[in-house]
């Protein structure tokens, strides 16, 4: 009865946590769940559950869920407008060519990008950082670099970035604090992104992919804004709110976890 007890007892403690596991470094919470498997994670401040907790050899709970009630971050205040990412990737271009075509756009740009051939992309990616490319053709490459980025912020406004979120390591190391704006997609508000030109197969496959690309933010070293399904109501409202959240994004300190980099 006494092991049944505190079986029930880490289940439940498990269960009530769980819907954040993915949510480590959302920008309002101070808690996190992680795997205890996870082999980036052996850094001061990691501690397990209680002893007592775990005593019981038979416990999958125990063996699988760790609290970790702080990480190690250096703070950063950034004076200059920082870039924005959206995610999930899928949703970027669209969000961008809203926000600039709505009023109120003098503080935001797009982040415009050298086109390369194969050639000059190859050495480039030799000699200096690259945010991010892609292939645009055969023999041509668009290209990001730092200074595509910091142009934009030189002339005080957010550069609107069409990268993934897999870029932001090399931002931060290159002290580029980006502001990432998470948008949480569910089979309760696709509906409310039917008026957009998305490119997509089936809305059941689109949740799917926005669920997956949810736990890339697990590895993200920095805080990100998450909106839930019920802060906005449809396309313009939901752009009215991206806006919102960048502007109070810009004004918070950065935080960055120094072990990830």
């Known amino acids: 009865m006494s092991r049944a007890s505190v079986f029930i007892t880490q289940i439940l403690q ?19 769940i992680v795997s205890s498997g996870n082999p980036t994670l052996p850094r001061p401040g990691f501690e397990t559950l209680r002893q007592d907790d775990c005593a019981d050899p038979y416990s999958d709970v125990s063996r699988s869920v760790n609290l970790v009630p702080y990480s190690l971050v250096s703070p950063q205040r950034v ?10 990737n899928s949703l970027a271009r669209t969000i961008i060519q809203k926000i600039l075509n709505m009023g109120g756009a003098m503080d935001f740009n797009i982040c415009k990008p050298d086109v390369l051939t194969k050639e000059e992309f ?12 892609r ?25 609107l970035m069409e990268a993934d979120v897999s870029c932001v390591k090399d931002l931060l190391r290159r002290e580029i604090y980006p502001i990432i704006i998470h948008i949480k997609i569910c089979d309760k508000n ?37 909106l839930e399904p019920e802060e906005w109501a449809g396309p313009d409202d939901l752009i ?10 810009q004004r918070k300190t950065v935080w960055v976890e120094q072990d990830l980099l």
């Open 79 to 88: 004076q200059r407008k920082r870039p924005v990412l959206i995610s999930p």
């Open 240 to 249: 009215r709110v991206v806006k919102d959240r960048i502007q109070e994004e």
């Open 14 to 32: 498990f269960v009530s946590r769980v819907d954040n596991k993915y949510k480590r470094m959302n920008s309002s919470e101070r808690v996190r």
């Open 190 to 226: 696709i509906r409310k992104l039917r008026k957009l030109p998305l490119r997509v197969d089936s809305e059941e496959e689109f949740v799917r992919v926005c669920r997956s690309r949810e736990r890339e933010l697990e590895s993200v070293p920095c805080l990100y804004a998450c």
């Open 122 to 133: 190859l050495m480039r990616q030799r000699i200096e950082p690259i945010i991010s490319s």
């Open 135 to 159: 292939e645009k053709n055969t023999n041509t490459y668009e290209v990001v670099s730092p200074e595509n980025i910091e142009a934009v912020a030189a002339k005080g406004k957010h550069c």
